[in-house]
């Protein structure tokens, strides 16, 4: 069958079992959204930025087992994009991003919108092409698709000149896809695996650490089963919440800069660790020379080989995809009839418990004024626990992911890695998308909310009844509290001021707005928006001003040496 | 220390600036790099000479095998290798500095491939130090220019980077 560039994009994209596009049209996409006209089978969602386009197809594909689509014009198109791209690149989510270019003869002519993507977009993507023949596009596509959900997943761009997207050529999608410079590993190394399991059953304190991999490798049923298998304790990282159902009682929170105290106490205090999907990021584990002070084996498993060893020295690396390593070690211990030694873990336990009942999670409340953390406790009440929660990068942040327990995996979408104020709303337009019906909020800020806040028009459009939670302390929070604590209370340019009235301006889009004032009203409020099925709510909560988020270990420090609470300042 | 990092890549356009962007975003070091098609002309092989800690060389050829179009990857300094390396150097030669000139590049068995009434461009081949000590030997206020290939190597005996 004959078709042009621009037929054959939206065919690929069907061919890929594609739902969503999200993007936004401009010049040089005009065939292909030509091409999108004349077919029902891909639904295109017509975001307000194309950097709400990328994020909300990353919201999409973090919240279920795809990949994400967007597609964007030339020129500012592409540029309004990265962000968007390098958000996705850092926390590994596999997406596709299609932009259009100026027409070949036009390239390097400095041309109306012309910006060299690929050279742009290359330090933030998997990989990215310029198709210059009609004829490539097909199997360029499939290779994007491919690249971008195999191995560690990212973000793969395929960038298509106007008349390439015009020319005519024969189509038919490629079944599969061979590349001789890439080939993932999938199966961990069988004697690793056993030099892992030998150790895990040896250790005296041992401890299981797990990131984002576990999310996107969908391991988090072996994950559970495994942990189960040897009685240890558990936490998971920012980015792997919900990899681990957080209301077991070997579940010790989060770990890292706002961890609790016992999952870092044990992270630091172990003789065996077991990272699985992690990377040992600077935000978990503080400063690796104080880190590596302590000795312990690590084992870390892996997809990627460039994350083992490179912060700190491994002892038995195991490159793998995390479901199928899961699965060799769950099946060499059922083999064998050793276990972990009851008495010696028991004693272990023991320490772990003692480090809990510091209670590091714990907040003074009030009756007069909103405390942040009881606005995401009541979050986690009103829905069940089992909502899809999205949110944007402040203290807010750090409060959904410390309050609300993530017992399910998938259900908590944020900017890990590059950590992106603005991420929230779209997140949650596409998580919404993906699952219709589910209830779906959005934990933000009244800084990170005005990053993306003409997507509230997207919303209207699309009917998304999202619910927008506003922690709103007219302070660019975590600034502040940086500032308060190492910067001697100078609060430069960390104020909001001039801010919206938000429950006036939601209903401007045509949406519901509440403003809340008084904890007593909180839970009220809550139920009242979840209750309104159809609607979107932005619930504007005006909460106490000089909260912080604790736990803390400041940059640079180490595990052991937290902050727990504003008396220990 | 210093490494030489040989990798075979795709042909296409842009590799070279994945590799380059590469260590220029981590931060890693180059000291040379070369890059030329293969007898499989959709292959080109690179020579890269770094340097950096065994941590930082580690990470420098994971990371290169993590590119998309990077086929192999080998230190090639890791064992038993031959470096070569090409420089064409033009330099004054008149009066007496026309006979010094040649003698010196028969002592370097250098080659004069060019010359004129004042002066000759010599070719050399040679590892890094013996371009260096040419250039040492010769008076800095004849050479009119100089030419660097970069490193090329290959491992000795068996070891071969192939596909």
Known sequence: MVLTGAEIVIRCLQEEKVEYVFGYPGGAVLFIYDALFNQDKVRHVLVRHEQAAVHAADGFARSTETVGVALVTSGPGATNAITGIATAYCDSIPMVIISGQVPTAAIGQDAFQEVDTVGITRPCVKHNYLVKDVRDIATTIKKAFYLAKTGR???????????????????????????????????????????????????????????????????????????RLLGF????????????????????????????????????????????????????????????EEPRKIIHVDIDPSSISKRVRVDVPIVGDVKEVLEEMIRQIEASSARPDVETVGTWWKQVDEWRRREC???????????????????????????????????????????????????????????????????????????????????????????????????KQFRLPIKIVNLNNRYLGMVRQWQQLFHGERYSESYMDSLPDFAKLAESYGHVGFRIEKPADVEGALREAFGRKNDLVFLDFQIDQTENVYPMVQGGKGLTEMILSAEDL | MRHVIS???????????????????????????????????????????????????????????????????????????????????????TGKDRDEMKRMADIFRARVIDVTDTSYVIELTGNQSKLDAFIDAIEPALILEIVRSGVCGIGRGDRILKV
């Open chain 2, 7 to 93: 990798l075979l890549i795709e042909n296409e356009s842009g590799a070279l600036s994945r590799v380059s962007g590469l260590f220029s975003a981590r931060g890693y070091n180059i000291e040379s790099l070369t890059v030329a098609p293969t007898e499989d002309a959709s292959m080109s092989r690179m020579t890269i000479v770094t340097s950096g800690s065994d941590d930082i060389i580690e990470q420098i050829t994971k990371q290169l095998n993590k590119l998309v179009e990077v086929i192999k990857v080998v230190d090639i300094s890791e064992s038993a290798h031959i470096e070569r390396e090409l420089m064409i150097t033009k330099v004054r030669a």
């Open chain 1, 361 to 459: 999670m714990k907040f003074k409340n009030s009756d007069e004024i909103i405390k942040p953390q009881f606005v995401i406790q009541k979050l986690w009440e009103v829905t069940g626990g089992d909502a899809f929660i999205t949110s944007d990068v402040g203290q807010h942040q750090m409060w959904a992911s410390q309050y609300y327990r993530f017992d399910k995996p998938r259900r908590w979408l944020n900017s890990g890695g590059l950590g992106t104020m603005g991420v929230g709303l779209p997140y949650a337009m596409g998580a919404q998308l993906a699952h219709l019906g589910s209830q779906v909020a959005c934990v933000t800020g009244e800084a990170s909310i005005q990053m993306n806040i003409q997507e509230l028009s997207t919303c």
């Open chain 1, 153 to 227: 997943p990212g973000p793969v761009l395929v960038d298509i000149p106007k008349d390439v997207s015009m020319h005519k050529c024969e189509f038919e999608y490629p079944k599969e896809v061979s590349m001789r410079s890439y080939n993932p590993v999938l199966k961990g190394h069988q004697g690793q695996i056993r030099k892992a399991v030998q150790l895990l059953l040896e250790a005296k304190r041992p401890m299981i650490y797990t990131g984002g991999g576990v999310v996107l490798s969908d391991a988090a049923e072996q994950l559970t089963k495994l942990t």
């Open chain 1, 233 to 292: 304790p558990i936490t998971n990282t920012l980015m792997g919440l919900g990899g681990y159902p957080a209301s077991d009682r070997q579940y010790l929170g989060m770990p890292g800069m706002h961890g609790t105290y016992e999952a870092n106490m044990a992270m630091h205090y172990s003789d065996v660790l077991l990272a699985i999907g992690a990377r040992f990021d600077d935000r978990v584990i503080g400063d690796p020379a104080n880190f590596a």
